[in-house]
């Protein structure tokens, strides 16, 4: 079974500054995997995936993750933080053949203006 | 192409009860996958319909089922309703779900609330 660790629930950062969220995965076969977001009162929309092509993904509003199977990793970042990145973020795992995927607890990010 | 709708929005019910909640996926996509999000737990699956067969299902109680039906469209049902099922419930359709490059579409979510 896969499974993802996020560590500290609630991170804030100042308007422009590093956003970086950590994301470590466990699985026994090649993984997949996502980052998603979550604004107040909605559903979950897909920022970037990695699919085994380029370990270094590029997504949405300007947020990248790079994929470290060394250290089974998974971290998002966005070089300079805007007040709209004020959201719940959700890394989440799957494997080939598998739709389920597994959430990690989410990391619900404040930006300082 | 319209999103992933969900209805209906919100509902309360009170503890006993049974709920149907209803999903409609992406046109074109066949593969429906529902969620359950709640502050203790987070994001756990319920289960994956495709082509109106269950594929998948997480680890819940016979309370908690789904359908499919040939437009795609889906169902879930909790019968006998507790408080600890409140909760934000998501509905995600893929294309076709068999591969993981395939990429989950989440609806808004049905927030249900037990009394």
């Known amino acids: 079974a896969q499974s993802v660790t996020q560590l500290g629930s609630h991170v804030s950062v100042s308007e422009g500054a590093l956003v970086l969220l950590r994301c470590n995965y466990s699985s026994s076969v090649p993984p997949y995997l996502f980052w998603y977001v979550q604004y107040p009162n909605q559903g979950l929309q897909l920022l970037l995936k990695?699919?085994?092509?380029?370990?270094l993904v590029k997504g949405i509003n300007g947020f990248e993750a790079e994929f470290k199977k060394s250290e089974t990793s998974f971290h998002l970042t966005k070089p300079s933080a805007h007040m709209s990145d004020a959201a719940e973020y959700f890394c989440a795992v799957t494997a080939d053949g598998n739709n389920r995927l597994a959430f990690g607890k989410g990391n619900q990010v404040v930006v300082i203006p | 192409k319209a999103g992933v709708t969900q209805t209906p929005r919100y509902l309360i019910k009170t503890r006993g009860q049974q709920v149907t909640l209803s999903c409609s996926p992406i046109?074109?996509?066949?593969?429906v996958s529902w969620y359950q999000q709640t502050p203790g737990q987070g994001l756990q699956f319920l289960f994956e319909y495709f082509s109106e067969t269950q594929r998948n299902k997480g680890n819940f109680p016979g309370r908690f089922s789904g359908r499919q039906f040939s437009n795609s469209r889906s169902e879930m049902n909790v019968s006998t309703l507790e408080l600890g099922d409140s909760a934000l419930y998501l509905c995600?359709?893929?294309?076709?779900?068999?591969?993981?490059?395939?990429?989950?579409?989440f609806g808004p979510g049905t927030r249900l609330t037990v009394l």
């Open positions: 046109s074109g996509h066949r593969s």
């Open positions: 990695y699919t085994s092509a380029a370990t």
């Open positions: 995600a359709s893929s294309l076709v779900g068999f591969s993981s490059t395939d990429t989950q579409y």
